[in-house]
């Protein structure tokens, strides 16, 4: 039986959503930074902002973009689990969590490529998403925006 689990608010974009989970995974790999900070996903256009020390060069984004790009291909299948707050404690940070989040939690598993907490829905193969492209970035305060696009293969 599957866990029961908070009601979540919005319905996303399946392909976007897990390319987000992507994009996530690849800022932590490359730049040892934490996942975004703040995040606008939707259907056509979708935002990222990270605590990040610098503006990306244009190496770099072309690089995440071919990272990011390489994932999809590999049509890695996308799965999840559950757990309580306490198996995860530790291993996720649970300060995430909305108030009053419920004790089961689902991880999801991108391949064995990036792994996270989250109640949306997502594509089942990353095959299924489509060419990611970042379509601008933008460096202010510490913060930088990764500004993000899907066309279909």
């Known amino acids: 039986m599957e866990p029961q689990l908070n009601e979540h608010n919005k319905r996303e974009f399946p392909p976007m959503h ?5 994009l996530n995974g690849t800022m932590v790999k490359m730049f040892g930074c934490g996942r975004h900070v703040s995040a606008h996903v939707e259907r ?3 935002k990222l902002d990270y605590d990040f020390p610098r503006p990306l060069t244009d190496e770099e984004t072309r690089t995440i973009e071919a990272r990011v790009n390489d ?6 299948p996308v799965t999840a689990e559950y ?5 995860v404690a530790g291993r996720f940070p649970l300060e995430r969590l909305p ?6 939690v689902r991880i999801v598993h991108v391949g064995d490529y990036d792994e996270c907490l989250c109640a949306g829905d997502h594509v089942g193969h990353t095959g299924e998403i489509g060419t990611f492209r ?8 510490g913060r930088l ?3 993000f696009r899907l066309s279909e293969n």
């Open 18 to 22: 897990t390319a987000e989970h992507i």
């Open 44 to 46: 056509t256009k979708s």
């Open 71 to 76: 994932v999809i291909a590999a049509d890695m």
């Open 83 to 87: 757990a309580t707050q306490a198996e």
């Open 99 to 104: 108030e009053g989040a419920s004790d089961a």
């Open 134 to 141: 970042i379509s601008s970035t933008r460096y202010q305060d």
């Open 145 to 147: 925006r990764i500004v």
